[in-house]
């Protein structure tokens, strides 16, 4: 069996402007050590500590899975020469003309994922990483969306980037930012969910759903602000759960020529 270890939490907490971007950054170990979705700069020293913490640095990663391409998720790749980088062929293809409403992917990423990195294996559905680890292909939030699922001593794991964002998500079948198709993602949202014993959201804590429908965090909530003092004018806490947001001009998306 192999393990799911948390290497930094993701979170959905946003502000009002504009995104904090922390998505999970997850560690399966079994005969290898694989990381899924490496996070971007502003979590950089953050991800270095906790694989620090661990004894291990980036040389010491056999293969980063990146769930999707989108900014948050993909912007410290540089720091794994070594590993192996597996992503699905449409998510690669997509970077390299993004629709002009993606705000999620930048004109840059395409050049981040060059054609000339010798380090990206494109990977699709039932692609082996090692003995009972395996992806999925989970598109909707954007064309080429993976999930890992793993064999654990608590049942399959799935870690699944924003395919299912939080926990919320996965009670209204909602993804609540979709880039490629509403259909497809509640569609991988459902698969997700009948799969899963233990799911790690993309920015949300790992949860299971119990038998009477509702979310059991595995972990606790913790978040520290920094520099803020709550008595300042004009600080404010909003808890509303945002709406769901369907890019403009979705339905003109189209992945360019292979």
Not at 78 to 86: E, H, M, P
Request: hydrophobic share 40%.
């Amino acid at each position: 069996m192999v393990t799911v270890d948390v290497l930094l939490d993701g979170h959905r907490i946003r502000t009002g402007n504009g995104m904090l971007g922390f998505c999970s950054l997850l560690l399966i170990e079994g005969r290898g050590r694989t990381l899924v979705d490496v996070g971007h700069v502003g979590r950089r020293n953050a991800l270095l500590e906790a694989l620090a913490g661990r004894g291990l640095g980036p040389a010491d990663i056999d293969a980063v899975v990146l769930s999707h391409a989108h900014w948050d998720h993909s912007q410290n790749l540089d720091l794994f020469d070594s590993a192996s980088i597996l992503m699905h062929p449409d998510e690669r293809r997509y970077a390299r003309a993004p629709h002009r409403n993606d705000w999620a992917t930048p004109a840059w990423t395409g050049a981040m994922l060059s054609n000339e990195d010798p380090r990206i294996v494109e990977v699709d559905e039932g692609y082996e990483i090692e003995p009972g680890v395996r992806i999925l292909f989970t598109p909707g939030h954007s064309p080429g969306s993976i999930s890992v699922a793993a064999d654990t001593d608590d049942g399959t794991a799935v870690i699944t980037g924003d395919v299912l964002h939080y926990s919320a998500a996965a009670l209204t079948r909602k993804n609540p930012l979709v880039f490629w198709n509403d259909e497809q993602a509640t569609q991988s949202i459902d698969r997700v969910v009948s799969l899963a014993d233990v799911i790690y959201p993309g920015h949300d804590r790992p949860f299971r759903i119990t038998v009477g429908g509702e979310i059991d965090y595995l972990r606790p909530f913790e978040f520290t602000l920094v520099n803020v003092d709550p008595a300042d004018p004009g600080f404010s806490i909003d808890q509303a759960v945002p709406a769901v947001w369907v890019m403009p001009g979705i339905e003109e998306q189209r992945l360019p020529p292979a």
